[in-house]
Nanobody, 115 residues
Framework: QVQLVESGGGLVQPGGSLRLSCVLS????????MGWYRQAPGKQREVVAT???????IYADSVKGRFTISRDNAKNTVYLQMNNLKFEDTAVYYC?????????WGQGTQVTVSS
């Protein structure tokens, strides 16, 4: 049974930084493609960033140059470093893991950017 647990969300002022973490319980973490998604109130869930097992990354245009996704396969953990946060980054952030045809989601962590 694969489980994902996110942490690191919170309240931050515009221009501030947060680092989200997501731990996957299970084996073969390095074979999973991992991603961060977000959902703002009244909007659809959207992809923020993804990283393959080999470390190849893709970012949404809205976060390029501000967010960095990384993974530590020894710790079964994927990170999202978020810098220069903006009001529009406010959302619930979800961790996603994909292996072959299976997709898993975490429970989400709230990120609120407010002055």
């Amino acid at each position: 049974q694969v489980q994902l647990v996110e942490s690191g969300g919170g309240l931050v002022q515009p221009g501030g930084s947060l680092r989200l973490s997501c731990v996957l319980s299970g084996s073969m973490f390095s074979t999973y493609a991992m991603g961060w998604y977000r959902q703002a109130p009244g909007k659809q869930r959207e992809v923020v960033a993804t990283i393959t097992g080999a470390g190849n990354t893709i970012y949404a245009d809205s976060v390029k140059g501000r967010f960095t996704i990384s993974r530590d396969n020894a710790k079964n953990t994927v990170y999202l470093q978020m810098n220069n946060l903006k009001f529009e980054d406010t959302a619930v952030y979800y961790c996603n893991a994909i292996f072959r045809l299976s997709s898993y989601w975490g429970q989400g962590t709230q990120v609120t950017v407010s002055s």
